[in-house]
């Protein structure tokens, strides 16, 4: 199995590579979040031996019980799926980036437990850029309110933006979105304050990561592509 990641992974960081420097960049730019939802702990275990540092989970239980069991490895631990407010304080206990505020209550929560840690939680912004009314996130129109709430929230670092493409549309569809995606955040790029700077363009999945990485993409999120 270890052989078998190490193989995947190399395959790719070199598409990351790859397709950083048809947008003008360098594989420096762009993180690699191995999503390991799909597996249990001893074979996320095995994802890391094999040279993936940073990793993506979409639920807090499951996000808790990992970073426990392998708490002797030196993991960033990304949180990339929609949050409760009842499960941010375990969430925050081990996850050094939130990907997904999605909605007003869900900053506030997020604030509130950021304050109570004293300390300022790493959080994108999620946004619906495909308008579809099953997706998560902020509509376009509503990210410069959601900014400045955020302002007047010092225990939030806004660090970027995030999207997932629709499901609906094909890869055109997919690169308009992670296209709008990036005209949002340069829309933005003014907004620098203590705690607010879109540096990041969290977009791309293992079906679209490359075209989401000429459209702007800073960090990627890929899973089953390092199964298989
Ligand atoms: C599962 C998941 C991914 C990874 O998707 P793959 O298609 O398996 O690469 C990325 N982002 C989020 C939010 C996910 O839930």
């Not at 001893?42 to 940073?54: F, I, L």
């Not at 960033?76 to 799926?81: L, P, T, V, Y």
């Not at 995030?162 to 003014?190: K, Q, S, T, V, Y």
Request: with cysteine; glycine share 6%; aromatic share 4%.
């Amino acid at each position: 199995m270890e052989e078998k990641f190490k193989a995947n992974l190399a395959e790719v960081r070199q598409r990351i590579a790859a397709a950083a420097s048809r947008s003008g960049r360098t594989d420096a730019d762009v993180t690699l979040v191995a999503v390991t939802k799909y597996v249990d702990a001893e074979t996320t275990r095995q994802m890391v031996n094999a040279g993936a540092d940073t990793l993506g989970e979409n639920r807090p239980q499951v996000l808790e019980e990992k970073a426990n069991s392998l708490s002797d490895l030196d993991i960033q631990w990304h949180m990339i799926g929609n949050l409760q407010r009842n499960k941010v304080k375990r969430t925050l206990a081990h996850a050094t980036l939130i990907h997904a505020l999605d909605r007003d209550s869900l900053v506030d929560a997020v604030a509130k437990e950021g304050a109570a840690q004293d300390r300022r939680v790493r959080c994108l912004l999620e946004v619906n850029v495909s308008g579809e009314e099953s997706k998560h996130g902020y509509a376009a129109n509503e990210v410069a309110a959601a900014i400045e709430r955020i302002i007047a929230l010092p225990s939030i670092r806004l660090e970027g933006l995030m999207c997932m493409a629709g499901l609906a549309g094909d890869a055109d569809d997919a690169r308009r979105e992670f296209a709008m995606l990036r005209e949002i955040r340069d829309a933005h790029a003014n907004v620098r304050t203590d705690n607010v700077d879109l540096r990041d363009l969290s977009m791309g999945m293992s079906g679209d990561y490359e075209v989401a990485i000429e459209e702007g993409a800073t960090i990627v999120r890929v899973g089953s592509a390092l199964y298989r």
